[in-house]
T-cell receptor, first 110, second 114 residues
Framework: QKEVEQDPGPLSVPEGAIVSLNCTYSNSAFQYFMWYRQYSRKGPELLMYTYSSGNKEDGRFTAQVDKSSKYISLFIRDSQPSDSATYLC??????????FGTGTRLTVIP | ETGVTQTPRHLVMGMTNKKSLKCEQH?????MYWYKQSAKKPLELMFVYNFKEQTENNSVPSRFSPECPNSSHLFLHLHTLQPEDSALYLC?????????????FGPGTRLTVT
C-alpha cells in the first residue's frame, strides 16, 4: 500500500469554479501536511503548511486535515487560469521522512 | 542569483558516462536535499544533508553519489546510470534539517540516459 494516495487527474474547471484536491494516507504517525504547487518546467513551491488536524486559510486557498479519516484537502476558491499547475500533497511524521502524492494536474479554463 | 539554482538544466548522457549535477542555495539554509521526480510517480527523497552531514540515504543505488562541501552547495555525481534513471532531479533546501520543514526547490535538471 502506498503511503500517500492522490488522484492524478487531470482536472479541468472553468474560471471562477471552486476546486477540491484530495489525498489519503495510511500512516497515522503523519503530523505535518503540505501542499506544493508545481508549474511546468519549475520546481515545486510550498503553498500551504499545516500541523496536525484542522483548517488553514490563506487568501483563496484553504487546507483541511482530518487525521481521524487520514484525509487532507486543498480548496481553491474563485479559481484563475494562473492556478493551472500540478498540485502535490506531502506529509511527514518528522524523523527525516517526507512522502509525496503523485500530484494532480489542474487546468483552469478562461 | 536568488533562491535555489541548479545546473545544468538538461543533461543527456550515455550509460558509461560520468557527470555531475550542481545545486546552490542563496537562502542561508542549513539543510539540502536531492529528489527524483519521474512521470506518474511520487517525488522520491534521495538524500538529506544537514549542516553538510548526510543524515539520510533512502536506499539509493551507489551509482548516485552525493557531495556537500558546505551548506550552500550540493552535488550529485552520476556514473554508469541506467535508462530507468531518466527523470527530473530536484534540489531543495530548508532552514532546518528535517524534510518536514518548509522546503524551497530549484527548477531541476532533466536527465536523459541513453
Amino acid at each position: 500500500q502506498k503511503e500517500v494516495e492522490q488522484d492524478p487527474g487531470p482536472l479541468s474547471v472553468p474560471e471562477g469554479a471552486i476546486v477540491s484536491l484530495n489525498c489519503t494516507y495510511s500512516n497515522s504517525a503523519f503530523q505535518y501536511f503540505m501542499w506544493y504547487r508545481q508549474y511546468s518546467r519549475k520546481g515545486p513551491e510550498l503553498l500551504m503548511y499545516t500541523y496536525s488536524s484542522g483548517n488553514k486559510e490563506d487568501g483563496r486557498f484553504t487546507a483541511q486535515v482530518d487525521k481521524s479519516s487520514k484525509y487532507i484537502s486543498l480548496f481553491i476558491r474563485d479559481s484563475q487560469p494562473s492556478d493551472s499547475a500540478t498540485y502535490l500533497c506531502a506529509m511527514s511524521g518528522g524523523a527525516n521522512n517526507l512522502f509525496f502524492g503523485t500530484g494532480t494536474r489542474l487546468t483552469v479554463i478562461p | 542569483e536568488t533562491g535555489v539554482t541548479q545546473t545544468p538544466r538538461h543533461l543527456v548522457m550515455g550509460m558509461t558516462n560520468k557527470k555531475s549535477l550542481k545545486c546552490e542555495q542563496h537562502l542561508g539554509h542549513n539543510a539540502m536535499y536531492w529528489y527524483k521526480q519521474s512521470a506518474k510517480k511520487p517525488l522520491e527523497l534521495m538524500f538529506v544533508y544537514n549542516f553538510k552531514e548526510q543524515t539520510e540515504n533512502n536506499s539509493v543505488p551507489s551509482r548516485f553519489s552525493p557531495e556537500c562541501p558546505n551548506s550552500s552547495h550540493l552535488f550529485l555525481h552520476l556514473h554508469t546510470l541506467q535508462p530507468e534513471d531518466s527523470a527530473l532531479y530536484l534540489c531543495a533546501s530548508s532552514p532546518g534539517g528535517d524534510p518536514s520543514y518548509e522546503q524551497y526547490f530549484g527548477p531541476g535538471t532533466r536527465l536523459t540516459v541513453t
